[in-house]
């Protein structure tokens, strides 16, 4: 739950009327995978926040997005994997990555894979499929929020591996993010936004583009 103090703090960044699922959305942030304790999602709790995760906008209803659960008892061998594929897919391994990997999948409740999926052979472009599947990354972190849970979205080196996606049985897709979602153990601290006033402008026919 968050603390009326906080609550303020997201009250105060708004400059309309508060709406209350305005509110939930602005109090929405990240949890390192490793401040992610239980309770995590029931199955029916992960399969809602899936559902949701998938209402997203999909031009040519294609769906161009899967994703993989990963339970707690395959999380060690799911970290093997990860070691195998870096060290397969990588000419230059870093020290310690391996390790780190292994280690990395062991961290919160719930572990999901999300990849993008696009279909080359459609009329709709890649890059639309692709922007479907970051929108249903961010649906699932929100969705996830909603339901009381808090989540990051990860890639790393891992994500980059390209025998990965075969492995786990999309060899036609790409990782967009693994996502762990489960309780915070501290109260997550906010971190500093972007000023609305620098990244939105009203367009005027008077302004030229830079080019
Ligand atoms: C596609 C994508 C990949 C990311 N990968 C990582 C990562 O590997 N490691 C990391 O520390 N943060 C990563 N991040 C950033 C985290 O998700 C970060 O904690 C988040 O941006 C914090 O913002 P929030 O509180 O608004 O969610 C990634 C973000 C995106 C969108």
Redesign the pocket.
């Known amino acids: 739950m968050e603390s009326l103090p906080q609550i303020e703090q997201a009250l105060g960044m708004m400059s309309g009327p508060p709406s209350y699922s305005l509110n939930v959305l602005m109090q ?3 949890v390192k995978a490793k401040n992610l304790i239980e309770p995590g999602p029931s199955d029916m709790m992960l399969q809602d926040i899936l559902r949701a995760s998938m209402r997203v906008p999909d031009h040519g209803m294609l769906a161009p997005w899967r994703y993989v659960i990963v339970e707690r008892q395959q999380r060690p061998a799911f970290g093997k994997l990860l070691r195998r594929c870096y060290e397969s897919d990588v000419t230059e391994p870093k020290r310690g990555q391996a390790d780190a990997l292994e280690q990395f999948v062991l961290e919160a409740p719930c572990l999901i894979v999300l990849l993008s999926r696009p279909d080359a052979k459609s009329p709709i472009p890649v890059w639309e499929q692709q922007l479907s599947a970051g929108a249903a ?1 961010m649906m699932l ?1 929100s969705a996830a929020h909603a339901s009381g849970f808090a989540g ?5 080196p891992a ?1 980059y591996c390209a025998s990965l996606p075969e492995q786990i049985g999309h060899p036609d897709a790409r990782v ?2 693994f996502f762990f979602l489960g309780t915070p153990s501290t109260p997550p601290e906010e ?1 500093p936004r972007p000023d609305p006033s620098q990244i939105i402008s009203y367009w005027r026919p008077e302004i030229q583009s830079p080019d």
């Open positions: 929405r942030r990240s990354c972190l990051v979205w990860l890639t790393g994500a967009a993010g971190r």
